[in-house]
């Protein structure tokens, strides 16, 4: 039996004799979606310097400079799940997989059937004017050209995700401290674990005698993790799943 398919047994094993299993993800389970993270080489901070174009400071003193980047994010709706997202969604159908915590803001998730998922970055669903405070949403901005201004008072709008030094969305931390309570199996897929707070969830689980599991070409947990599968999304959340159901 290949590494792959043992490691995918003892995950499997892991969610099913679980209480309480939850999910963090992160860029890298949309890459096979054909959306770039962050922070592999090809990564979009590999194009754009997230110091002048990924925090709320760069955003307010040149709102037309970010929209060069912000304008190939719209593009992510375009995308579509791959088998690593469905997997999951049938995963928390069965009552196996309690919910998902995900960095990403490109709703793969929702689109493949999941239905309880903390957006903790926020998404690209909702805009709204910092100026006015008038919110409008994806199909509004679609229809119009980028930068999109307000209709009321034609400041730049905002796209509704979490820029770096603004606080995680009071809600996104209030569900997600919901969902991590009690949980006993924490499953860590594509994400590089850089970014704080999110970055502290694994060790919280594991902190509170939760058993963790990494799915990641490039691991990012090192000893945290009980069972690693170094190796991409979409097929190996789809060989866990299997067994899981099979079981
Ligand atoms: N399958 C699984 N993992 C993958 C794949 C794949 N096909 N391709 C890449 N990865 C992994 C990379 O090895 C890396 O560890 O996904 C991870 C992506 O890491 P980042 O690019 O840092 O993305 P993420 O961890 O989600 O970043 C967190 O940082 O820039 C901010 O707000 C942004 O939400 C983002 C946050």
Redesign the pocket.
Known sequence: MTRMKESARQAARLLNKARKAVALT????S??SGIP????RE???SRYD?MEY?TIGAFRNDPAKVWEMLAELLFVVEAEPNA?HFALARLEEAGILKGIIT???DLLHQKAGSRNVVEY?GSIAVFHCLDCGREYDLAHVRERRVPPDCSRCHSLLKPG??F?DEQIPVQALAESARLLAGADVLLV???????VP?SLIPSRVHAQGGRIME????P?LEGLADVVLA????EAMAKIAEQCLKE
């Open positions: 992160g860029a890298g389970v890459v096979e993270d962050f922070r592999s990564g979009l901070w997230p990924g690593g960095q990403n803001i970055h995700v979490v770096f897929a594509g994400t590089s674990c850089q970014v999110a799915i990641n070409p490039d990012a190796a991409p999304f979409a």
